[in-house]
């Protein structure tokens, strides 16, 4: 029990959402600010829950006005049906709060015109949050999907650039639909910001998928997936071919013939442990 309570502590809110409190308190608009947060909150406690349930460790939990960020230290390498149910735990939090509210009114607990205001929300944040767009929940959902078909160094960069496109779609649509909605503006430039990052720094995500597969929590493999390699090919070139999901036996070729069969930890051993980040997968035969 204390570790779901501990979660309050890991809650941090993002100043985009405090300038929204602001306009929304000038602006006389404090009920509507306390049902957005409200629904905000639930959507990130039910990230967060689904995460403990799996024993995964959280960083922290960002709160943005249209959802949040639950920023773990699992890093790619957790089973797909885990990552599958943390993603989708956040937006099916909008169905019982729905549900809930919706029973409320017919209680006459709740004014058919809070219940639509509770609604609309629920449905905006709901549908924003499902967009195929990074870091939201459909962007994850999307990436995947992604690291199913290519090694996760591929998925990931793939999965940028795709978002890149759909940042640029969503502006165009802001453009033509409703350009003077200052809160559609305030998801784009987070979106664009968010993948900024993302982009400069996507090495250090592929490192940390890396680094977890060797030095984190031991995954039980249930798939081997052979990666075939030729003996002058570059250890880091071969990590990078690596999947999120199956364990990888590193086949060695020369000469069209098989030379030897390697696990994937012997190279990730040597390039994290040893160093030798600059070694030709040629050169391990003789040293194992």
Known sequence: MNKYISLLNKIHIHPLLWLVCGIAIVTAQFKHLLILFFIVFIHEVGHALAALFFSWRIKRILLLPFGGVAEVEEHGNRPFKEEFIVTLAGPMQHIWLVAAAFLLMKLEMMTSELFGIF???NLAIFL??????WPLDGGKLLFLLFTHYWPFSQAHEKLLLFSFCGVFILTAMIVWLNPVQISLWMIVLFLFYSLFHEWRHRQYMIMRFLLERYYGK???YRKLKPIVVEHTDFIFDILLQFYRGPKHSIVVMKD???QAVLDENELLHVFFSEKRVD???GNLLHYY
């Open 279 to 281: 070694e030709r997968v």
């Open 119 to 121: 609604f609309e929300y």
């Open 218 to 220: 031991k995954v039980v």
């Open 128 to 133: 924003i949050n499902l967009l195929p767009i």
């Open 256 to 258: 069209e013939k098989q």
